[in-house]
Every structure is written in C-alpha cells, then in structure tokens.
Nanobody
Framework: QVQLVESGGGLVQAGGSLRLSCAASGRTFSGYAMAWFRQAPGKEREFVAAISGSADYTYHADSVKGRFTISRDNAKNTVYLQMNSLKPEDTAVYYC????????????????WGQGTQVTVSS
C-alpha cells in the first residue's frame, strides 16, 4: 500500500522560505512521477509542481515559477518542495501526490495522496 507523509509546513512571514518534504513508502519510489498540489480555503485544489521518476523532467505552475523548486532523492524515497519568496497568496494546505502514469499536471491522474501540511504566510 502506497503511503505519502508530508512535513515541513508552518507559519512564515512574507518573503520567507520553507522546504516541504514528502516521504513515500509501499512501492519502488523511483518508478513514479510525484507532484505537489495545494488547496486554499474555499478554492479548488491546484497544481503546484511535478517531477518525473528519474527527475529528468519537472513542471512548475506559472504562479510559483522562479520561487518554488521541486526535487527528489530516490535513495531516500523523498520528494521536496523548496519554497522561496513566499507570498500571503501561497497560504494553503499542500499535498504530495503520486501517479501510476507519466508526469502530469492533472489532479485526476494522481491516485495516491498524503494527508497534507499547512503553510501559512503572514503579510
């Protein structure tokens, strides 16, 4: 059974940084694309960033491009999201997800999800 556990969220001032981690277990980690999504109160879940199994390909949403960076360490079965220059509009619950398909930005193609970690950015 695939399990994803996020950590690293918290409260930070605007302009600050956080690094989220997602520890995966239950299958061969390096074989599958991973992604981060976020959901703010009253809004739909939205794509943030994705990375292929071998880390050869990454995608970042336009809203975070240049500020956030997704990466992975297959030896540690962990995917990361480095978030710099944080803005109040980045406040959301951040979810880690894994897909059985190739790298994609589409929420519906991710079958496995973590429980989420809260990120709050104060102005």
């Amino acid at each position: 059974q695939v399990q994803l556990v996020e950590s690293g969220g918290g409260l930070v001032q605007a302009g600050g940084s956080l690094r989220l981690s997602c520890a995966a277990s239950g299958r061969t980690f390096s074989g599958y694309a991973m992604a981060w999504f976020r959901q703010a109160p009253g809004k739909e879940r939205e794509f943030v960033a994705a990375i292929s199994g071998s880390a050869d390909y990454t995608y970042h949403a336009d809203s975070v491009k240049g500020r956030f960076t997704i990466s992975r360490d297959n030896a540690k079965n962990t995917v990361y999201l480095q978030m710099n220059s944080l803005k109040p509009e980045d406040t959301a619950v951040y979810y880690c997800a894994s897909t059985d398909r190739s790298i994609t930005t589409m929420t519906g193609r991710y079958a496995y999800w973590g429980q989420g970690t809260q990120v709050t950015v104060s102005s």
